[in-house]
């Protein structure tokens, strides 16, 4: 444990019930000073007040958990029969929030010493409490400041530097706002434009234009950085949901309507093993999202087998017939969804593991499940890459694809490798699905959000090209976040429509076009 000045002292009954029931302004400085007293029934007391775990019976304070009592003193089992519960308004739910953080850097995890530090210096930023620089003052003093890391150290010190912009004298003001100049957040710039329209001493005003241009810098290119990964994000998205079909339509040239349902299907085979892990396996759940891949891919690419065989098989060729025939599939699709599931969504909960995010940079915060679907659909490409041009199955399907007669005469079973092929494109599908079940709503009508979506990705990349694919998801994404940016999603999705439709006029064959005997 640090040590902490003063020595620790025990906590008194008279003490407990001030901090209970007592006037906000006395619980809060009782507060502060039980926070610092090193003393382990005044931390629990405090953290089960945090938790609103703490009642009076009489002068007795207790803390119930369930139906265990134990009183706060002494540590002793007791009765909570009669007893009423204290009360905790706003102020002094923010006064809990400054000294659990206080507590917390007492500790010797680093990842908790880290969130604390960080959740002082905002509460600090937003609301200076000059209370509690005697815990900060001694988190940094030398015998203590080597149990900290570095990102907790600065952070500590940033919360030091947003009370010294208040309470210090010019000095220190000015090294204040030096080092808040390095937090890029919009609190922290609001504060340092307030205390430029307060300060009247030159020195601190001229080092606060130059910390308010560096914050401003430092949004900017936190702002940039935000679109860019959500252009990515969104592009990652589009990719997984077009790359089946750029099997089913780019190699096959079958105008699937379908696609959209079949991802739905993935999306609801996720749901369906959720409930199995939560059901039978309870202690595994957090990797069912790891069990739903292999169901998702192979529930929706039998799905598509039967698709296949029963009425597509005899549509090739027929692109128009095709088009009718999928969009009367989808429909009975989601009437299937419907009469199983309800027409209302279901809820999908991401594991643990994808929840929180990333704090790159001020305010920015990368979020952990669209960093996984970015990898995750980085993977599936690489897949779907090697497995179309390093495989037997892949040589086929290119084979029967470029010309159907010759690759039958060298004794290919053309119509196995179209039911392989469409599968493969559904499966696929099924993927997307898993990946959507983890950043929107799951329904019937899932699919149809993405179905125009992934067609233009397609068309824009080139028909039958999975480079092309990549490239219109990613730029796609990319344009249409930037322009959603500065003109809002409306705008921007016929920003993006208006485009396609310029550049199909331009060049009909896509980004990429078919070469040689291909074409």
Known sequence: MWVWAGAARALTPQEALTLAEGETADRIAVMGRLAT???????????AMAREAVMVRGEQVLI??????????????????????AMVNNRLRGALERALAG????????????????????????????????????ALASQNVSRLDGRAR???????????????DAAQRVTAVQTLAHVGQDSVRARLAQRQEQESDPAVKAAL???????????IRAQVVGQLFTGVSLGSILLLAALGLAITYGLMGVINMAHGELIMIGAYATYVVQGLFRQYLPGAFEWYLLAALPVA?????????????????WLYGRPLETLLATWGLSLILMQGVRSVFGAQNVAVESPGWMSGGVVVMGDLTLPWNRIVIIGFALAVLVAVALLIGRTRLGLFVRGVTQNRPIAACMGVNTARVDTYAFALGSGIAGLAGVALSQVGNVGPDLGQSYIIDSFM?????GVGQLAGTVYAALGLGLLNKFIEGWAGAVLAKIAVLVFIIVFIQKRPQGIFALKGRQA
Do not use: C, H, K, Y
Not at 37 to 47: N, T, Y
Not at 70 to 84: K, M
Not at 104 to 129: H, N, T, V, W, Y
């Open 209 to 219: 234009a130059q910390a308010l241009a560096q914050v401003d810098r430092a949004l």
């Open 297 to 313: 891919f192979l529930a929706a690419a039998l799905v598509g087998a039967v698709m296949e065989r029963g009425v597509i098989r």
């Open 37 to 47: 007293s090193g003393d382990p029934q005044a931390e629990a007391l405090i953290r």
């Open 154 to 168: 600065r952070a500590v010190e940033e919360a030091r530097a947003a009370l010294w912009l208040e309470g210090g």
């Open 457 to 461: 990705v397609v068309v824009l990349g």
């Open 103 to 138: 507590l917390d850097l007492l500790g010797d995890d680093a990842r908790r010493q880290r969130e604390a530090a960080l959740r002082l210096r905002d509460s600090l930023i937003a609301q200076p409490d000059a209370s509690v620089m005697p815990w900060i003052e001694n």
């Open 64 to 85: 119930v958990e369930g139906e265990t009592a134990i009183d706060a003193v002494t540590g002793a089992p007791a009765s909570a029969e009669g007893a009423t519960s």
